[in-house]
């Protein structure tokens, strides 16, 4: 590799002024990551007050109903993947790999998802702040008629929730858990 070929680095091999910025922007972008984790709470409370300024914002504005639609196109995604276990059940055979347990006797597997808590929140989040950007650029807002988008995306959802479901259903899994099962002692 020639010189100045890698990230970050100018034509003399000293690392660029801008290559250093961005890479300590992301550091500390990282760290607040990494401290906001243990706090579901608060994470998901920001993230629904981000929602309800966009919406504020469009509703004021009365227009990016394509990039509102979207936007709830990529959050119902989201859902399904956190709903969706990581492994899916319908595509293995009886010999491969792991599987939920199917009867009373099987041993317990914990429900494992395809997209954890933590990374459905970065994503719902991270495509709030992008809608909320493309909110200041006329571009993006398209004239529609919003009622057949909200009627549109009222039948995706139930839609593809009672698809989901039925598959929850057929393979008999959960994927909300409160914890640890406890049994009483008879005594």
């Known amino acids: 590799m020639s010189e100045g070929d890698s990230v970050g680095e ?3 091999g000293k690392p660029s002024t801008i290559g250093s910025f ?3 922007v992301g550091q500390i972008y990282q760290s607040w990551l990494d401290r906001s984790t243990p706090f579901s709470i608060g994470r998901w409370g920001v993230t629904l007050s981000l929602t309800a300024i966009y919406m504020i914002r469009v509703y004021i504005l009365q227009g990016w109903y394509i990039v509102t639609y979207a936007l709830g196109i990529y959050h119902l995604n989201l859902f399904i993947a956190f709903l969706s276990p990581k492994v899916d059940p319908s ?3 009886e010999d491969e ?3 939920l347990p199917t009867k009373q006797n099987e041993e ?6 395809r997209l954890p808590e933590f990374k459905f929140w970065h994503s719902a989040t991270k495509g709030i702040v992008i809608a909320m950007i493309c909110t200041f650029f006329e571009a993006f807002n398209v004239p529609v008629f919003w009622p057949i988008l909200v009627m549109y995306f009222i039948m995706l959802f139930c839609i593809t929730m009672k698809r989901q479901i ?3 259903v057929k393979y008999r899994y959960l994927p ?5 099962r406890t049994y009483r002692e008879d005594t």
């Open 97 to 99: 790999g792991p599987a």
């Open 166 to 168: 039925k598959h929850m």
């Open 22 to 24: 961005f890479t300590r």
């Open 91 to 93: 595509m293995l055979d």
């Open 176 to 180: 909300f858990t409160h914890g640890k």
């Open 10 to 12: 100018s034509i003399h």
């Open 108 to 113: 317990f597997r914990p429900f494992i998802r």
